[in-house]
């Protein structure tokens, strides 16, 4: 999404026959500002329970998949993950949730972990957020987790009275 400038001073000649100088159509038109950081490249939303098993990272269960987006090699970009509700399996204690970040279907790193104590239902939102400079080609990211033993549990939903907000994978220049 391109920010855009209008002057504050419109001018009321009319163009010269020079097309090589700056004529007052040129300053009178929209200016369009792109690339400026905090440019949103990709936001998907997701709803609903996801209740991982898998207990590698190989094998981890995909929660939410952002769009494929085409980088330029240079760009910085932040990418962040949100869940309102996480919780590893609660049966034991020290079992684990991780939060792994994807790109292209591979993993490149964990960037959320969280661990139960005594045999609590230890429930807690997640804000997970990595800093990269993706490659000059198309990338798709995802989130994905995968617990120590039995099932954890991600919950978002629709929002409004009662309800958890959407989670979602968000990616911004910075």
């Known amino acids: 999404m391109a920010a855009s400038v ?33 440019e949103e490249l ?38 962040q993950f949100f869940a309102p509700f996480l919780r590893p399996d609660a049966a034991a204690a020290s079992r684990t949730l991780s939060v792994w970040l994807y790109e292209d279907g591979a993993s490149i790193g964990q960037i959320g972990h969280a661990v139960t104590s005594a045999n609590t239902s230890d429930a807690k939102p997640a804000d997970c957020w990595r800093r990269l400079t993706p490659t000059a080609t198309s990338h798709t990211y995802s989130i994905r987790c995968s617990v120590s033993a039995g099932t954890g549990r991600l919950e978002a939903g629709t929002g409004g009275l009662g309800n958890f907000t959407p989670g979602f994978i968000r990616i911004t220049r910075v």
């Open 6 to 38: 209008t002057h504050a001073f419109v001018s009321g000649k009319s163009d010269g026959g020079d097309a090589t100088q700056v004529r007052p159509s040129d300053w009178n038109d929209e200016h369009v500002l792109d690339d400026l950081p905090g």
């Open 42 to 79: 990709d936001y998907v939303e997701w709803t609903g329970v996801v209740s991982p098993t898998a207990t590698t990272e190989g094998t981890a269960n995909t929660i939410v998949t952002g769009s494929s987006v085409a980088y330029d090699g240079s760009t910085i970009v932040m990418i």
